[in-house]
């Protein structure tokens, strides 16, 4: 089976996800895109003709990110006609999935050079009211069938299931602050990130804008949970609630509702790709690769509970690559909610001095249909920092399921 080559990695800057307010928030989704597009072009010297497919994950597919975005974006960075997109939506692993799915095509044979990546601007989605309330598109019978609350609520559900107290959460929220703040003060994300410009070239983005360094336990602890404002707000004509909800399948839980903003990944604009190739595309390139996708696998669990995947996908992805879990040298967990790593380290016996080690999206935001890629390249570049050999990202998505990737520096 052909090997599969990480040649490159880059990713925007993160903007505040607020109308009005984040520095993205007036551009196009697909400038967003487009910009990563036209800086892999540049660094690699890709011949864009050669490009079987651009893949990209958006996990809001309307208005302004519709109409396949990953192939409006090709089109905007000026590649050539012949370079295709495809866009796909697996919520917040769609980036991830777009990275497995490219390599998949490149490790039966039948593409030798891909990009995938992701693209999400929340900001144009709170302007526009574009958001969906319910995650299951509004089919009441399978709401029925099927309840899914807010994700919000699902991570509060595991932290009273788990034993995740408030402190717990509370203390990761600053952990990823305080990591978060010590890899931007010393580069550790320079060699993958890229300033974004607005359209008469003057630069709209060339720093990290969400993070908050100034952190304290003392302020997190002030905060007010989130989710108990909206659990028992009527939704829709019927009077759907999510508290209904959490009933219909876990009749008389109390639920200790402990996350809130400052324990909670960041709305955020952004998006990121990855440059793949098969290893004989990339030596008649000139590429020298980085790095090699080991394996990939996919896990499915509670819909209701929601977040929970991430254990039984790095399972699958670990067995069918024939290692274990004291294999992997880095982990990238995306911060969803403080309560999804917490409980994916639980569960798997690691330590937390190699999950998320520069920080994640609690402190530097969560663009839904992009983190995958984000997380895999910053894995990537860790690796290298410290010299190490093979990580796994990993994170958990709406509908109950996660991705998973293991990489291995070439």
């Known amino acids: 089976?052909?090997?599969?080559?990480?040649?490159?990695?880059?990713?925007?800057?993160?903007?505040?996800?607020?109308?009005?307010?984040?520095?993205?928030?007036?551009?196009?989704?697909?400038?967003?895109?487009?910009?990563?597009?036209?800086a892999l072009q540049q660094r690699n010297a890709i011949n864009t003709a050669e490009v079987d497919d651009v893949l990209a994950g958006c996990g809001e597919q309307r208005g302004k990110q519709s109409c396949c975005i990953a192939r409006m974006a090709v089109l905007d960075a000026g590649w050539d006609d012949n370079a295709c997109g495809v866009t796909l939506d697996r919520f917040c692993g769609s980036a991830l999935t777009a990275v497995n799915l490219g390599a998949m095509g490149i490790m039966s044979g039948m593409?030798?050079?891909?990009?995938?990546?992701?693209?999400?601007?929340?900001?144009?989605?709170?302007?526009?009211?574009?958001?969906?309330?319910?995650?299951?598109?509004?089919?009441?019978?399978?709401?029925?069938?099927?309840?899914?609350?807010?994700?919000?609520?699902?991570?509060?559900?595991?932290?009273?299931?788990e034993g995740i107290t408030r402190e717990d959460v509370d203390?990761?929220?600053?952990?990823?602050?305080?990591?978060?703040?010590?890899?931007?003060?010393?580069?550790?994300?320079?060699?993958?990130?890229?300033?974004?410009?607005?359209?008469?070239?003057?630069?709209?983005?060339?720093?990290?804008?969400y993070p908050r360094p100034?952190?304290?336990?003392?302020?997190?602890?002030?905060?007010?949970?989130v989710f108990p404002r909206i659990i028992d707000t009527p939704l829709d004509e019927?009077?759907?609630?999510?508290?209904?909800?959490?009933e219909?399948?876990?009749?008389?839980?109390?639920?200790?509702?402990?996350?809130?903003?400052g324990n909670s990944?960041?709305?955020?604009?952004?998006?990121?790709?990855?440059?793949?190739?098969?290893?004989?595309?990339?030596?008649?390139?000139?590429?020298?690769?980085?790095?090699?996708?080991?394996?990939?696998?996919?896990?499915?669990?509670?819909?209701?509970?929601?977040?929970?995947?991430?254990?039984?996908?790095?399972?699958a992805c670990l067995k069918r690559a024939g290692m274990a879990v004291s294999d992997i040298d880095l982990f990238e967990v995306n911060?969803?909610?403080?309560?999804?790593?917490?409980?994916?380290?639980?569960?798997?016996?690691?330590?937390?001095?190699?999950?998320?080690?520069?920080g994640g999206a609690i402190a530097l935001g969560h663009p839904i249909g992009v983190t995958g890629a984000v997380i895999l390249g910053t894995l990537l570049d860790e690796l290298e920092r410290r010299d190490l050999n093979i990580g796994m990202a990993t994170m958990c998505t709406g509908g109950g399921m996660a991705p998973a990737t293991i990489i291995e520096r070439v």
Not at 248 to 261: C, F, L, P, S
Request: with cysteine; proline share 5%.
């Open 1 to 38: 089976m052909p090997e599969v080559w990480i040649i490159d990695s880059v990713r925007t800057f993160r903007g505040i996800g607020k109308p009005g307010k984040g520095a993205l928030a007036h551009l196009h989704p697909q400038i967003l895109f487009s910009s990563t597009l036209k």
């Open 111 to 161: 593409q030798d050079c891909v990009v995938a990546g992701g693209v999400e601007s929340m900001s144009y989605l709170a302007s526009s009211g574009l958001v969906n309330t319910f995650i299951d598109g509004d089919n009441m019978r399978l709401r029925k069938a099927v309840p899914q609350p807010h994700q919000g609520v699902s991570a509060d559900m595991i932290a009273t299931l």
């Open 171 to 209: 203390k990761l929220g600053l952990e990823s602050q305080v990591r978060a703040a010590k890899a931007i003060d010393e580069g550790r994300f320079n060699r993958s990130t890229i300033s974004v410009h607005n359209e008469d070239g003057s630069v709209a983005l060339d720093h990290e804008e």
């Open 214 to 225: 100034a952190t304290t336990m003392e302020g997190l602890s002030a905060l007010e949970p």
């Open 238 to 246: 019927q009077g759907s609630t999510f508290r209904a909800l959490v």
């Open 248 to 261: 219909a399948v876990y009749t008389g839980m109390e639920i200790d509702h402990v996350h809130h903003a």
């Open 265 to 315: 990944s960041g709305v955020v604009d952004g998006a990121a790709a990855l440059l793949l190739a098969s290893p004989g595309y990339a030596k008649a390139q000139g590429w020298t690769p980085r790095a090699k996708i080991r394996m990939s696998a996919n896990a499915g669990a509670s819909p209701t509970l929601m977040l929970t995947a991430p254990t039984p996908a790095a399972e």
């Open 335 to 358: 911060e969803a909610f403080a309560a999804i790593p917490i409980k994916f380290m639980r569960d798997l016996d690691i330590d937390p001095e190699i999950v998320n080690v520069n």
